[in-house]
C-alpha cells in the first residue's frame, strides 16, 4: 500500500493503527469532519486548533488531540504545521479515552510516533514493528492529561457568540454587547452561558486569550507580545494567569518547549 495524504484512505487499513504524514500551510482549515478510526493528532512544529461541537481545543508542540470515532470536527493550523496523525482501529484497545482532549507528549512516545510514520503503512504484526504500535497504545492511556480546551456551548446563538472571539480573543466588548449579539438579555445570556459551558463567560473568555496566547508563544512569539496581542492588560496579569493553569511561568514553559523541540531536531 502506497502512503497518501487523504485520511480516508488510513480508515480501513488492515492494522490496529495507520500513520498520515503531512504539512499544512498557515491558515490551513480542514472544514467539519469525521473518522471511522479514532484519531491521535500530533503536529512536530506549529499549533494545530481543533474545534468540535462541545468544546474548542488546541494543541502547540509537544502536545497532542485525541479525538474518538465519529466526533465531528475542524481543523485550523496556524502558521506552517509538520502533522503526524495516528488513526487507531476501534477494536485495538478497548481502554483508551472515550472522549476528546489534550495531552503532553512524553520524549518516549514522540520517539514512538516518529518512529512509527517510517515503518511501512501495512508493519508486521509480529515482532519490533508489532511492539512498537503496541507500546504506542500504553504511552496514550498513560499520558498527562492538559486543560488545554474550552467547552462550546450547543445554542446557536451562543456558538456564533463563542466562534467570533476564538478568531479573535483580543476584543475588548463588553458583556452587553455580546448578549445583544446573541439576541438576549444581559441575565439571559449570562445564565444560559454558565448553563450550557459550565462557567461564566468571563472565564470562558479568559481561558481562550489563554490558550492563543499559548499558540502563539508556541511559534516564536515573545511572552510580552502574546499576552498584548490576545487582549490582556499586561505581562504580569498574563502570567498570573498562566502559573494557574499550568504551574509554571510562561518563560519556565517557553524554555522546556525549546529544549523539547531541540530534542526532536
Same mark, same amino acid.
Given at each position: 500500500?502506497?502512503? $497518501? ?12 493503527? !495507520? ?14 469532519? $469525521? ?63 472515550? !472522549? ?51 467547552? *462550546? ?30 439576541? *438576549? ?6 445564565? !444560559? ?6 462557567? $461564566? ?9 489563554? *490558550? ?24 504580569? !496579569? ?19 518547549? $525549546? ?7
Amino acid at each position: 500500500m502506497q502512503r $497518501s495524504k487523504r485520511s480516508i484512505d488510513y480508515q480501513y487499513v488492515p492494522r490496529p493503527i !495507520a500513520v498520515l504524514t503531512d504539512d499544512y500551510p498557515s491558515g490551513f482549515h480542514d472544514p467539519k469532519h $469525521s473518522h471511522v478510526r479514532a484519531q491521535l493528532v500530533y503536529a512536530i512544529s506549529g499549533v494545530t486548533i481543533l474545534t468540535t461541537d462541545d468544546a474548542s481545543y488546541v494543541a502547540p508542540p509537544q502536545r497532542a488531540i485525541w479525538i474518538p470515532p465519529g466526533v465531528a470536527h475542524e481543523v485550523r493550523c496556524r502558521d506552517r504545521v509538520q502533522i503526524r496523525t495516528l488513526y487507531v482501529s476501534p477494536d485495538a484497545a478497548p481502554d483508551l479515552p472515550k !472522549a476528546c482532549q489534550v495531552f503532553e507528549v512524553s520524549n518516549l512516545l514522540r520517539e514512538l510516533i516518529l518512529t512509527a510514520a517510517d515503518l511501512p503503512i501495512e508493519y508486521a504484526l509480529e515482532g519490533r514493528e508489532a511492539r512498537i504500535m503496541a507500546l504506542i497504545l500504553d504511552e496514550i492511556r498513560v499520558a498527562r492529561r492538559i486543560p488545554l480546551y474550552v467547552p *462550546m456551548p450547543i445554542n446557536k446563538r451562543l456558538a456564533r457568540v463563542c466562534s467570533t472571539i476564538l478568531a479573535d480573543p483580543a476584543q475588548h466588548d463588553a458583556l452587553d454587547v455580546w448578549a445583544d449579539a446573541a439576541a *438576549m438579555g444581559r441575565r439571559t445570556f449570562t445564565r !444560559a452561558f454558565r448553563r450550557e459551558t459550565g462557567m $461564566s463567560f468571563a472565564t470562558w473568555r479568559q481561558q481562550v486569550r489563554l *490558550m492563543d496566547a499559548l499558540s502563539r508563544i508556541a511559534t516564536g512569539h515573545s511572552v510580552t507580545s502574546a499576552a498584548l496581542d490576545v487582549g490582556y492588560n499586561s505581562p504580569s !496579569a498574563f502570567a498570573a494567569m498562566f502559573r494557574r493553569t499550568f504551574g509554571v511561568s510562561p518563560t519556565h514553559y517557553v524554555v522546556a518547549e $525549546s529544549a523539547a523541540a531541540a530534542h526532536v531536531d
